[in-house]
């Protein structure tokens, strides 16, 4: 079963990347979400890593341009959601 990575600065995302295992989902919130203006970050992710990001961590700093068709936005009932399907919760 999947873990849900929730990363909060893009700072911790080179400790994380390296632990994501197949079927695992990465949530980028707070911080992080700066890293979706990295394209060379997110071609480093595995294939097979559910991209989410907080939909209003997004909104508030202007983002929104840089989402591409991999990336799920999450309201925040989605992500108490998607904290129930999962295995287990890691945070960054």
Not at 8 to 13: E, F, I, L, V, W
Not at 67 to 85: C, F, M, P, Q, R
């Amino acid at each position: 079963m999947a873990t849900l990575h929730q990363l909060n600065t893009s700072d911790k995302a080179q400790l994380c990347l390296p632990l994501l295992r197949p079927g695992d989902n990465l949530l980028l919130m707070e911080a992080a979400v700066s890293l979706l203006t990295q394209d060379h970050w997110l071609k480093e992710l595995p294939e097979s890593i559910e991209l989410l990001a907080l939909e209003a961590d997004v909104a508030a700093r202007g983002l929104s341009r840089f989402l591409g068709d991999e990336i799920t936005l999450l309201k925040d009932s989605d992500w108490v959601a998607k904290t129930l399907e999962v295995k287990s919760v890691c945070s960054w």
